[in-house]
């Protein structure tokens, strides 16, 4: 019975750290992807004032991406 109540919290400690780990990996990939966002509206917008043609804006697209 004491073996069980061990293995219940050592699979509680790796749920909690394996959160923690996922956490933490969201909060550093955040700024990388609001920038790419954002370089995507602004192609977008771009294109939608007819600044740049479809092939322009495609090729920048699949750039960003």
Do not use: C
Not at 10 to 20: D, E, T
Not at 24 to 42: C, G, T, V
């Amino acid at each position: 019975m004491m073996g069980l109540g061990m293995m219940l919290n050592m699979l509680l400690w790796i749920v909690i750290i394996g959160f923690a780990i996922y956490g933490f990996i969201l909060i550093i990939m955040k700024p990388f992807e609001s920038k790419s966002n954002k370089a995507l509206a602004i192609l977008k917008e771009r294109y939608a004032r007819g600044d740049i043609s479809r092939e322009e804006y495609e090729e920048k697209r699949e750039l960003l991406k």
